[in-house]
């Protein structure tokens, strides 16, 4: 009998799941070795995932939300645009193609068993630097997409194993707005394609250690099994209709109504803005991965981030900030690059508050960029954590749609022309509640030559909010401070010029508090879960 069919069912289905999440911390262990970018190799700013035949995400390393729920989307776009043959690599960053915003880059392989196809591979890494109109390319003044960098299609970037990496410098060195770093990011590239063939050789094994026909099967059951549980999860929600309204801090709106059924779920985002006129526009498969992730939190158990999740739910989406159109010509485009860091985090703002999971919290990524013609550097800063029924926020992580880590201050240091003054707990910004909020960042930065410096950021001027009495966090900050003294504040979506011995001090939102604070002396009430919230304003 075959060690597959010796096992109780249960026993198989755990251990193939494992197995398949040790080949994307195989992909991830790769990609982070070989890489040369600090914005990969130490803030991990990356995510590895396999897919199985059809397309599907099945499983996941601990990598970023937001880079994981749209790489199903992707591939099964680029499988409709190109043909795919045993050795063939592709790459892409296009919105349209399942991408998130231009600066990641996504690499997929697909693998083959002899002539069977067993599933896919792919890598998304983020690129500091891959052209546009202000270095870091994340400009906070993009209105067009070509404006935000080099623009790949769907392209092979090998095929049967021949590589074609002179074709793609060309692409990256192209006008209008070529890349200011193409060494590292063609470096950057090859330890993608590096870990997609570790992971490709680890399934290819897996396969023949314990036959095509299972790993199907199991990667089928997965998926099953993620439905189930959603399934499940959906049933302890009351049925019928629950809404939230939030706004970005430019006063867009972003409406989502959840109707829960025994059928399933209907996630619509009727009523949200048009197509914003800057870059906050978010493509589809960052709506997708929002949804995804916002679900996921309803199911108390270990499961990996899979699209079975999704198989209960329908997605509506009308064409406007989270569904903008995309001509073929990039300059006729909408700006997305705030859309995939800051869009993303709002849209998971306004689910939490339809399903009355947890305050809000920090909802932005704080998104830090600066450089001049010979580099970018780019980060995410952490804040504060939203709390819940039971528990605080924590201070000063990252949450939701970001994971990534901050450069180490040796590193950052010794790299950029870049002091690190300060980076600290802003006590007191969490919002007050029988479990406050988890308290924001602060983060000083002197700069030691020009630079051109960029902020893209959220709740700047809306509050985290609350829940169930709770207060909302203090929004976040940013200002410069010239060297002469004189302080320029900057707006949630900002740039400007520095100079040597200016100085950016960032200061991050705070969660909001869940319950009204109890006043001394009076018996706290018993806690019980508030009902989902019909509306916000």
């Known amino acids: 009998m075959s060690p597959v069919r010796?096992?109780?069912?249960?026993?198989?289905?755990?251990?193939?799941?494992?197995?398949?999440?040790?080949?994307a911390r195989q992909m991830g262990e790769m990609l982070r070795r070989t890489a040369v970018s600090t914005n990969v190799k130490e803030r991990l700013d990356f995510s590895c995932a396999l897919l199985d035949a059809g397309g599907e995400l099945v499983v996941n390393a601990p990598h970023i939300p937001v880079h994981l729920g749209a790489l199903g989307l992707c591939v099964r776009r680029l499988r409709e645009t190109l043909a795919m043959a045993p050795g063939d690599v592709i790459v892409t960053n296009h919105p349209a193609f399942g991408g998130s915003h231009l600066p990641d880059v996504t690499v997929v392989t697909p693998v083959y068993e002899g002539e069977a196809l067993l599933g896919y591979v792919a890598s998304r890494a983020h690129h500091a630097e891959i052209g546009g109109i202000r270095p870091g390319s994340m400009p906070p003044g993009a209105r067009r997409l070509v404006e935000e960098g080099v623009v790949l299609p769907p392209l092979h970037l090998a095929r049967g194993g021949v590589f074609a990496w002179d074709e793609l410098r060309e692409r990256l060195l192209a006008p209008p707005y070529p890349t200011r770093a193409v060494e590292e990011n063609l470096a950057d590239l090859r330890a993608a394609v590096a870990a997609n063939h570790r992971g490709a050789e680890a399934l290819r094994s897996l396969a023949r250690e314990q036959g095509r026909e299972a790993v199907g099967r199991y990667m089928a059951a997965l998926k099953a099994r993620a439905e189930e549980r959603l399934r499940s999860a959906l049933a302890r929600l009351p049925a019928g209709r629950s809404a939230a309204l939030e706004r970005l801090d430019d006063g867009s709106p972003i409406a989502v109504a959840l109707e829960v059924s025994p059928s399933g779920a209907l996630v619509d985002f009727t009523g949200s803005a048009g197509v914003h006129p800057g870059n906050l526009n978010a493509p589809p498969?960052?709506?997708?991965?929002?949804?995804?992730?916002?679900?996921?939190?309803?199911?108390?158990?270990?499961?990996?981030?899979?699209?079975?999740?999704?198989?209960?739910?329908?997605?509506?989406?009308?064409?406007?900030?989270?569904?903008?159109?995309?001509p073929d010509d990039p300059a006729a485009a909408p700006a997305v690059v705030g859309g995939n860091v800051e869009t993303s985090q709002r849209i998971v703002d306004t689910l939490l508050a339809a399903l009355g999971l947890a305050?809000?919290?920090?909802?932005?990524?704080?998104?830090?960029?600066?450089?001049?013609?010979?580099?970018?550097?780019?980060?995410?800063?952490?804040?504060?954590?939203?709390?819940?029924?039971?528990?605080?926020?924590?201070?000063?992580?990252?949450?939701?749609?970001?994971?990534?880590?901050?450069?180490?201050?040796?590193?950052?240091?010794?790299?950029?022309?870049?002091?690190?003054?300060?980076?600290?707990?802003?006590?007191?910004?969490?919002?007050?509640?029988?479990?406050?909020?988890?308290?924001?960042?602060?983060?000083?930065?002197?700069?030691?030559?020009?630079?051109?410096?960029?902020?893209?950021?959220?709740?700047?001027?809306?509050?985290?909010?609350?829940?169930?009495?709770?207060?909302?966090?203090?929004?976040?900050?940013?200002?410069?401070?010239?060297?002469?003294?004189?302080?320029?504040?900057?707006?949630?979506?900002?740039?400007?010029?520095?100079?040597?011995?200016d100085r950016l001090i960032l200061e991050t939102p705070g969660g909001g508090g869940w319950g009204a604070v109890t006043p001394p002396g009076a018996a706290a009430a018993p806690h019980t879960a508030p009902k989902p919230p019909t509306s916000r304003d």
């Open 6 to 23: 010796s096992r109780p069912e249960a026993v198989q289905l755990e251990l193939f799941t494992h197995r398949f999440a040790a080949v």
């Open 359 to 501: 305050a809000c919290s920090q909802g932005t990524m704080n998104n830090v960029l600066f450089g001049n013609g010979r580099f970018g550097y780019y980060e995410t800063v952490c804040g504060g954590g939203g709390a819940g029924p039971g528990f605080a926020g924590a201070s000063a992580v990252h949450t939701h749609m970001t994971n990534t880590r901050i450069t180490d201050p040796e590193v950052l240091e010794h790299r950029y022309p870049v002091r690190l003054d300060r980076f600290a707990i802003r006590r007191g910004s969490g919002g007050a509640g029988r479990w406050p909020g988890g308290d924001g960042a602060v983060r000083e930065l002197t700069f030691l030559e020009p630079v051109a410096v960029s902020v893209l950021t959220q709740h700047r001027v809306e509050r985290p909010y609350g829940v169930a009495g709770g207060e909302p966090g203090l929004p976040g900050r940013q200002r410069l401070v010239r060297a002469t003294g004189e302080v320029v504040e900057l707006a949630p979506v900002d740039g400007c010029e520095a100079g040597p011995g």
């Open 285 to 326: 498969a960052v709506v997708r991965s929002a949804v995804l992730y916002a679900l996921r939190l309803l199911i108390a158990e270990p499961l990996p981030l899979n699209e079975g999740i999704l198989r209960p739910v329908e997605i509506r989406v009308p064409e406007g900030m989270l569904n903008p159109p995309f």
